[in-house]
DNA sequence: TAGATTGTTAATCGATTAACAATC
DNA sequence: TAGATTGTTAATCGATTAACAATC
């Protein structure tokens, strides 16, 4: 309630996934305090750190012995993070990939829900009970449904025609697993989920350290 | 060759995957050069810091009115990252996920190959031209075959078991599907993949935008 | 009360940006 | 040569860490 509308520190915004990840963990545990310390200690963050990006967003103080009530300091990144509000999304190339993410059920915890497939040659109706329609359906859909959000799971060759036709009709943010850098207008957002780069900075940083 | 010893700042080590996947579509579109202008544009990264960060790995240092060769700076980028050097991975949860990680041959640029899948359950002998075997072969297949990368694709439920698994075999760094927190000794690395969170920040920059 | 834990102010550190000289 | 581009040095900015006071 208090601080909710103050700007966070970009840094912070990142860190408060981590924590709201740790603390449904330790509500379903049963956990009913948590202290910045243990937090710290299990993320592996500087407590200070945490300290202050938990100051930043609770509602209600820490108290000292004690630390914080864990479904109070959860609910506050929740509502900090937005993860409250709904979100929909549709997700175009209901291929091997588009159909794991279409069944994914840990989106509904962060606000999200994936609300249709769109494939060019659909091979199932439906895909984890969420309707797969034709390409050809999409631009009434997006606009009829004001969706500004698009998920991009389609080969590398398709992904900029794809881009272009979620962004003329109103897509604002775009998750890109295709390996193709797509050249979009700058108030859309995108992000690329690289898996082959990410895995592989796991690997630079193993080398790294020996 | 020059300075290929040299210690990159973090920063730079975070842009240089960025620079390698799109100078690899570059070559593909024939570009002999690339100037860092063109980089910093596409990629929407300050010019000076790409300039720093490419006179911090190229072996050749870039020419005034031309830039770099396209494909030398690919290549020293490569060296850097250690994406020359082939690292092995093995993959345990060959669900739906699973075997699209398996299939995905992405990973080959990046210097890395999975080369066999695990599962308490196999449905099937091979996926993606690899191997699946039963999870009661994983530990002599770990140590024979010296595997310090692992990738967990099973329920969250069994995540943490498969993680000491994997550690008690030799295993240094794992890439972790499972919304899990896993409890890991300091020196093993580990990258939690959180599809939701990572979708999540992208709804939250955009509400952040609005 | 004593001790643990929070929260804040100040110091340090690292990364980004600005200005400019060097080069083809 | 003139102009474009690189590469470096210095200034700014933001984030992290250290020190400490406040609180239950």
Request: charged share 20%; aromatic share 8%; with cysteine.
């Amino acid at each position: 309630m208090k601080k909710n509308s103050i700007i966070l520190l970009k840094s912070t915004l990142g860190r408060l996934p981590l924590y709201y990840c740790y603390l449904e963990e330790m509500m379903k545990n049963g956990e009913e305090y948590v202290s910045s310390a243990v937090l710290a200690q299990s993320l592996s963050i500087n407590p200070v750190q945490v300290r202050k990006d938990l100051a930043s967003v609770s509602s209600v103080p820490g108290r000292p012995k004690l630390g914080f009530k864990t479904n109070q300091l959860y609910n506050d990144i929740k509502s900090h993070l937005g993860y409250d509000n709904y979100d929909e999304a549709v997700l175009v190339g209901v291929g091997s990939l588009g159909k794991v993410l279409m069944k994914y059920n840990g989106f509904t915890n962060y606000g999200l829900e994936i609300i249709a497939g769109f494939d060019a040659n659909p091979t199932s109706k439906q895909v984890g009970g969420k309707a797969v329609m034709s390409i050809d359906m999409i631009e009434s859909f997006l606009q009829r449904f004001n969706i500004k959000i698009g998920i991009i799971a389609v080969p590398s060759s398709e992904a900029q025609k794809v881009a272009d036709l979620l962004v003329s009709n109103g897509v604002q943010a775009i998750w890109n697993f295709a390996p193709a850098t797509l050249r979009l207008p700058d108030n859309v957002l995108i992000k690329n989920e690289n898996l082959a780069a990410s895995l592989a900075a796991l690997t630079t940083e193993l080398r790294r350290r020996n």
